[in-house]
């Protein structure tokens, strides 16, 4: 995997996104880089926790200016730990306007808790369609996705067991 250009390709945008959090560069390079092996061009795929988008972009190679700061409005009472935790380390991100390389290709359905995730995900257009609801009751008809991924977003839910049948609930056999 490390001498594989397209990790290295990843790491390389992921760090020069991920500055604020450094630990995240490896952190989302690795599923990164599996998951565009293991999608598909013809996969009709649903992104669980689609977040801003950034990572979906990144991840089927998307490239974008060298200026735009996904943490430009960070600070430092966005990351709250306890109860409420939010995670976020923004709570008005910067939205994208432009892409130097567009992604290999688009992703059928986006779905995100957060409405200011949303906001930036829908102005990187990597999604088809972006919904705002949660794993334990996905609002998308049965056997609609080929492939269904997510990057560090289970632990939003409550029930785990109940988040995993909606997600097979939504698989086509």
Known sequence: MRNDPLFSELLLEFSRFYWLKPADIIWDTVP??????????????????????LFAALTFGAKLPSDYDRFI????????????????????????????????????????????????????????????GNFENIPCENDTFDKVFSSMAFYWGDDLSLQLQEVRRVLKD
């Open 32 to 53: 990164a880089y599996h998951i565009r092996k293991f999608i598909e061009e013809k996969d009709k795929i649903l992104d669980l926790g689609c977040g801003d988008g």
């Open 73 to 132: 409005s960070a600070k430092p009472g966005h990351q709250r730990i306890g109860e409420g935790q939010s995670g976020d380390i923004y709570s008005d991100p910067k939205l994208a306007t432009s892409f130097i390389k567009k992604p290999v290709r688009s992703i059928d359905v986006g779905l995100e808790l957060k409405p200011h995730h949303l906001k930036v995900a829908e102005s990187l257009g990597v999604y088809e369609k972006l919904i705002e």
